[in-house]
């Protein structure tokens, strides 16, 4: 069974700190992705990687970054946490770029901004 | 562009009926994914059906069906006998060929079974 894990389940930061979420596959994946979900926006794409040291922009990137140094780890990073950025948090990750590749999820980081 | 739509926010379903979620779709490219998961109030979200565009016949996985209409790019996910366990976030995905690696996702229908 693939596992996804995320470092923190719930996270609480101040504004204006710089926050990390850390998030690691066990499964060889070639492509991880970082989603936020809000109530009534579905999921939302911030950033995926297809390969170690490569990223791509999601639909919504501003205030975020990413780190892949390793093939199984996927970081991201707000550089200056806003209160509009408190959300849910998904990791994810699929095998291959095959169109029929499912994503497999990690358990979601609830950060709140304060 | 591609798109996902699910329209109904949130639905009730009686155990043990059968209970449809609505989805549809833009690409305009001919290959394409759709992906159905669920979530429940723990948060983690679950993979439940997949169907390719060029699939024939209408996925299925135990009690999940998947009513794939390409004419009318609608992909609705059928619940049969419907469990308490069931009650849940739904969400419907898709992937197309045009090689962005992206899955974008709809909005998503709650799902409540009565008992």
């Known amino acids: 069974d693939v596992k996804v894990t995320q470092s923190s389940r719930y996270l609480v930061k101040r504004t204006g700190e710089k926050v990390f979420l850390e998030c690691v596959q066990d499964m060889d994946h070639e492509n991880m992705f970082w989603y936020r979900q809000d109530p009534g926006l579905g999921l939302r794409l911030i950033y995926f990687s297809y390969d170690v040291k490569m990223k791509e922009k999601g639909d919504i990137p501003e205030g975020y970054s990413v780190s892949r140094e390793k093939k199984e780890r996927f970081s991201l990073i707000l550089e200056s946490a806003s209160t509009n950025q408190t959300s849910m948090y998904l990791c994810a990750s699929s095998l291959t770029d095959r169109v029929g590749s499912p994503l497999h999820f990690g358990n979601g980081t609830r950060l709140t901004v304060t | 562009a591609q798109k996902i739509t699910q329209t109904q926010p949130g639905m009730f379903v009686q155990e043990k009926e059968a209970v449809t979620l609505d989805c549809t779709y833009d690409?305009?490219?001919?290959?394409?994914?759709l992906f159905w998961y669920k979530q429940p109030s723990s948060g983690e979200m679950i993979f439940l059906i997949y169907?390719?565009?060029?699939?024939?016949q209408n996925a299925t996985e135990g009690r999940y069906s998947l009513n794939f209409q390409k004419a009318r790019k609608s992909a609705n996910l059928v619940i049969s006998a419907s469990q308490l366990g069931d009650s849940a976030m739904y969400f419907c995905?898709?992937?197309?060929?045009?090689?962005?690696?992206?899955?974008?996702f709809g909005t998503g229908t709650r799902l409540k079974v009565l008992a």
């Open positions: 995905a898709m992937r197309d060929g045009s090689g962005t690696y992206k899955y974008i």
């Open positions: 169907q390719g565009s060029y699939d024939q």
């Open positions: 690409t305009s490219d001919p290959s394409y994914g």
